[in-house]
């Protein structure tokens, strides 16, 4: 290891860093590679934008539920949430009700944004735990759904509002461009620019390395965690909007696993269960592996129970990697710093970092 | 409030005249009503409401009916409230009861003999846990996600194994350890209707016996302290020469164990398995150790009190149930009452710190009077 220069530390280092994107490519490598063999075109371009196209829905409900990692919580009651406000708002949707769907959508994502706030309060004011709160939360509305819809079925929506699923804009040699990339892609941006380069972004991360710390350094934690609560829950009732719009229905058990899959996506993307670690680009590669796993499973026509071997697989190895290559990562960047010190000199002066 | 203390200070003062000096210590060591765990009074109101409300709710019949639903939850609320104590989650505990009942009933069957399927179905359970295991200590994976991957592909395992099918096997000569664990120790009868029927079958006895023996573990022996100090602080524990790695690796195998008794528990009275049994049974063995005063975070929290609140969760079931009430409004009563048990944990323990701190200073204050006396 001595031997090695300052660009390959640099380069392994960087490296290290991107452990998502290692992931995504070892898996797409071993998919394509195992579909070659059966005579299928894994990569064509149609197979990739109908992966992505399905991964959507994924990274937004994964977005949310990093945030609310990202300040140490963990937010069980996005499937509940997804399930209660569309079948509460969801008759107002159909296609003969002659409201204008923005009403509808909005009022969902009002409700949802409340329900996050009331148990971001619940685990600051009443100081219970995050996964109590939220799976509490999760059972009581779960069951608020079924109490309010019965066994109804809200079935035949408005044409214009599906558009927000299923709509496509334009083919480029095989891979159409649906509307689905684009909401997906814009909420991508949209936290990027919020975690990356504003003071609500910075505070959140400090907030979840070190609440003691943030609190003793003049962040509200309590608000900017009821803030994470709030806007992950409402980030459910939108991928609510985008899920019913697909399946073109709604009914109260929908989405029951939506929760545990949330939580697959952000920690393959490299977010850490102690808070404080993860970008927002890590969650677009995971949702993209899930998706990967499940469609070239598919077309090698396995066994679906061995789905959730595999996801279960995938999740302890990719936690193990990443923690892995973040520990290797900053003992390079520390070898880095010393050595740029040592070529700056300032090596014996002691108490330079 | 130390007048009140005078009566029972005097009787311990004659009681252990020899020791004076200890008088302290003993007295620390008397009974209070804070030193019960906080879900018996949650347990106590669900259970007076369901009675006084619930017409039939308090017959032998039905409360016999209610232990025995219950063994499989309150088995797991005890090997969940064990990880919850040391700072780990073990949500693979659902997951580990469909394998290990899988593997049981494929072995019976096919016309093993019941003691082996037993027993290979028990080691089943031990292997995953010491699976689990390594993966915490060795990898470095945190428990909830390790044990939360563990449990997907356990489950997977169980419907890969029995092809999404129920297992059933017919009853015959080499079962018989299953028919008599499905049997009932004694039946007295009240009168002739089932309500009146007190029943105790083999299950709670084995329920029972199962819990007492974690129990008399717990307290007599280093298990309970040791688990106790690696929840509190890892590092100061380590310091102190307890292995983390061996401690938290005995944790798992023995979830695993519990959790194969809990299948072999819910599948003895119907002779057959279903693969999609244990779902969702490590959530309710969470809500059962949390309202029992199990902290996520480790360090605190009691086996009984998690005992107690998996028979909350059954009463409210069982009560609800009775009352012609849809299971999705037991749902919503499920969660307000995780909800409302989390508060009353929260003022008790509140209730029970200041308490504390009163009886300091007035023990500080009683002993410096005593000096002034000497």
Known sequence: MKSNSLVSKRVQAKLSGMSPVIIMLVVFTIFALLNTVQGINFLSPSNLSTIINQACFLIIVGIGQSLVILVGGINLSMGAVMAFTTVLWGDMLLKDSGINPLIPSLLILATAALIGCFSGLMITKLNITPYIATFAVMYAFRGLAWVYLRNRVIYNLDKGFREIATGRLFKVGGFSVTVPMLIALGFLLFFYVLLRHTNFGRQLYFTGANPTAARFSGINTNRIIVLAYTISTALAGFAGLMFMARLNSTEPGMASKTHFEAITVSLIGGFVMTGGIGSIWGVAGGAIVVFTIQSGMNSLQLPGELQSMINGLLIIFAVFLNHTLANKKMQLENDLSDKRLKIAGMDNVKGVS | ?374
Request: proline share 3%; glycine share 10%; hydrophobic share 50%.
């Open chain 2, 1 to 374: 409030m130390n007048e009140s203390q005078q009566p029972s200070k005097k009787y311990l003062n004659w009681l252990f005249q020899k020791r004076e000096d200890n008088t302290m210590i003993k007295e620390s060591k008397k009974f209070t009503l804070s030193d019960l765990p906080n879900s018996i009074y949650i347990f106590l109101l669900v259970f007076a409401l369901a009675s006084v409300l619930v017409p039939n709710f308090f017959s032998p019949g039905n409360i016999a009916t209610l232990l025995t639903q219950a063994c499989a939850l309150m088995l797991l609320s005890v090997a969940m409230s064990m990880s919850l104590m040391m700072g780990c989650i073990d949500l693979s505990l659902g997951g580990v009861v469909s394998m290990t009942g899988v593997i049981m009933a494929i072995l019976l069957k096919n016309g093993i003999s019941a003691w082996l399927s037993v027993i290979v179905g028990l080691l089943a359970g031990m292997l995953f846990g010491l699976f689990i295991g390594i993966v915490v200590t060795k990898l470095k994976v945190p428990s909830f996600i390790a044990t939360f991957g563990a449990g997907g592909i356990a489950q997977s395992l169980a419907n890969t194994l029995s092809e999404q099918r129920t297992v059933a096997w017919e009853p015959s000569g080499k079962t018989r350890l299953i028919d008599v664990l499905g049997d009932n120790v004694f039946v007295i009868k009240f009168g002739d209707s089932a309500a009146q029927t007190l029943t105790f079958p083999v299950l709670l006895l084995l329920t029972v016996l199962v819990i007492t023996v974690v129990l008399i573990a717990f307290k007599k022996t280093n298990l309970g302290s040791n688990i106790y100090a690696l929840g509190a602080n890892e590092e100061t524990a380590r310091l102190a020469g307890i292995v983390p790695s061996r401690w938290k690796t005995a944790i798992f195998i023995n979830s695993g164990l519990i959790a194969a008794i809990a299948s072999i528990v819910l599948m003895v009275r119907t002779n057959s398995l279903q693969p999609m049994i244990g779902e969702n049974l490590e959530f309710q063995a969470v809500v059962a150790a949390v309202l029992g005063g199990n902290s996520l975070k480790g360090g605190k929290g009691s086996i009984p009190g998690a005992i107690m609140g998996a028979l909350v969760l059954y009463v409210i079931r069982n009560a609800m149930s009775l009352w012609g009430i849809g299971t999705s409004i037991v749902m919503v009563v499920i969660g307000a009452t995780l909800v409302v048990g989390m508060i009353i944990n929260e003022i008790a323990q509140y209730i029970a710190t200041t308490k504390n701190e009163q009886l300091i200073i007035a023990r500080q204050a009683g002993r410096k009077v005593g000096n002034n006396e000497k």
